[in-house]
């Protein structure tokens, strides 16, 4: 009787011992959400990581990463195969709406130099609003169809915004309530998530990996990553927007794509952004 | 219409370069579109840059150059202020034309 | 990198094939039970806004199979779409703590 007890107890102990470890991860349920310390380590990362690197030029992607490409890249920034879309982008947003309003009707300063602010979080919505979701806001107000938010259109209407914000820093705020914080933690779990039949996250390529290859493409540090957005893509023959590269880096993982706009884009965006605060803003971007 | 070709060609002494960015969408002829059917081949065929009257650099593509094109070369001889006149036919027949001043 | 790429492919294939057992007789109503349950298993992995390209694309081949009468063939896909959802269940759950561990601090 004695021993059975004594067995049971030292099982139970193991057990609990057992549960007590599993938990004990590095950030318990208790750790406060704090983005600014979050934003401080994100960029001390890649900054101890390249140290050669200047702090604007991340937003560069690749081409901050590789020598030869950047030569490259700089060659081709004399003659951007952007200028199309951006063109379009600028005619697009100039051209009124059936109703005689305009996108300049929605934005502040009339939509110029403000992309940088981009994704905030509305107060009355609860949720996080990004450009190309305000730009179909303002389209459906206005009696217009939405724009799809993978294609053309959409990239060139960002491409032009953005073009109007180079060089601005990223000025992303979040507001002290309690669900803006949860949209950003939210974004930086969806960010660090494994996911896909290859079961990588966001951080497998653009943390563990920047500078390394994938196949044969260079990977883009994480810092800075969404300041270049929207970007003409060499393997797209186009403009793609940030909505795009977040789906097809998911079905490129074998992950089933969530819809553009769902709230894991809208919330990993903002968190992408927030953590890039005060790096440049260098839309559209050019990338391989 | 606004003209298809950008260019830019700058002197250095005994040397112009030249870069050019030409919107067309090159299709090859092979690519299907969402429907599952060919988008036909509709690509440039030849480009031409020509300076005082002769040819200093041509190009016979077909469908493997991908879409808005963007050539980059150099050629001996070129003033500043003279003019340089690139232009394009495609396998449809349509062409197009500019003139640029050599900077 | 490949070799990150090579382990998770492999460990994940694993787990898909253990699960798949030697092809049974070809009946229809095997298929069925088969392909219900890959389906149940990867409405849930949609729920967790977790499911894999790959758990479609084998459902679709499983399908496709029985649609031609090759019930023993359909079945084996089944059986290997549901592996593939329950891995992607299992992702997503382990996910939701591990995710930490990859964190910048």
């Not at chain 1, 502040?108 to 450009?131: A, M, S, V």
Request: proline share 5%; with cysteine; net charge neutral.
């Amino acid at each position: 009787m004695k021993r059975r007890s004594a067995i049971t107890l030292v099982s139970a102990a193991l057990a609990f011992a057992a549960l007590t470890l599993a938990s004990a991860l590095p950030s318990d349920a208790a750790d406060k959400v704090d983005p600014v310390a979050d934003a401080k380590a994100f960029r001390k990362f890649f900054t101890d990581k390249f140290p050669k690197v200047k702090l604007e030029d991340f937003v560069n992607g690749p081409y901050s990463m590789n020598e030869d490409l950047y030569r490259q890249w700089q060659e081709k920034e004399q003659f951007p195969p952007y200028e199309f879309s951006l063109e379009m982008g600028k005619e697009m947003f100039s051209k009124p709406f059936k109703n005689g309003k305009s996108y300049a009707d929605c934005f502040p300063n009339g939509g110029i130099g403000i992309r940088q602010n981009y994704p905030y979080f509305d107060e009355k919505e609860g949720k996080i609003i990004t450009l190309e979701l305000a730009l179909n806001r303002c389209r459906e107000a206005n009696g217009e169809a939405p724009y799809s938010y993978v294609r053309d259109e959409m990239a060139a209407l960002t491409a032009y915004m953005a073009f109007t914000s180079r060089g601005k820093p990223m000025d992303i705020k979040i507001p002290d309530d309690p669900r803006a914080l949860a949209a950003y933690e939210n974004g930086k779990e969806y960010f660090y998530t494994r996911r896909g039949q290859l079961n990588f996250s966001c951080a497998t390529c653009h943390v563990q990996s920047p500078g390394e290859r994938i196949r044969a493409e260079i990977l883009a540090p994480a810092l800075g990553i969404v300041n270049a957005m929207p970007i003409y893509r060499s393997e797209w023959s186009g403009m793609g927007t940030t909505s795009r590269r977040f789906t097809t880096c998911n079905s490129q993982i074998r992950g089933v794509p969530l819809s553009p706009q769902d709230d894991e884009y809208r919330n990993v965006e903002y968190y992408l952004s927030y953590v890039s605060n005060g790096l440049p803003i260098s839309g559209p971007g050019a990338r391989p | 219409m606004a003209s298809t070709i950008r260019v830019r060609a700058t002197s250095s002494g005994e040397t112009t370069e030249v870069q050019a960015l030409i919107q067309h969408p090159m299709d090859s002829g092979f690519v299907k579109d969402a429907k599952g059917e060919i988008i036909p081949a509709h690509f440039i065929q030849q480009l031409t840059f020509e300076y005082d009257g002769k040819n200093v650099f041509t190009a016979d593509w077909g469908g493997g150059v991908s879409k808005d094109p963007y050539v980059k070369f150099a050629f001996k001889g070129g003033k500043k202020g003279d003019d340089l006149k690139i232009s394009w036919v495609d396998n449809k027949g349509a062409t197009d034309t500019t003139t640029a001043k050599i900077q | 990198m490949r070799n990150m790429m090579q382990k998770s492919a492999l460990v994940l294939a694993l787990l898909a094939a253990g699960a798949v057992s030697a092809p049974a007789a070809g009946s229809e109503d095997e298929f069925k039970a088969a392909y219900a349950a890959a389906e149940t298993a990867n409405k849930e992995a949609g729920k967790l806004r977790n499911q894999w390209t790959t758990t479609a694309a084998t459902l679709a081949a499983s399908k496709k199979a029985a649609e031609a009468g090759e019930f023993d063939k359909a079945t084996a896909s089944a059986k290997e779409a549901e592996a593939l959802a329950k891995a992607s269940i299992f992702q997503a759950t382990s996910e939701k703590t591990r995710w930490k561990e990859l964190e910048i601090r």
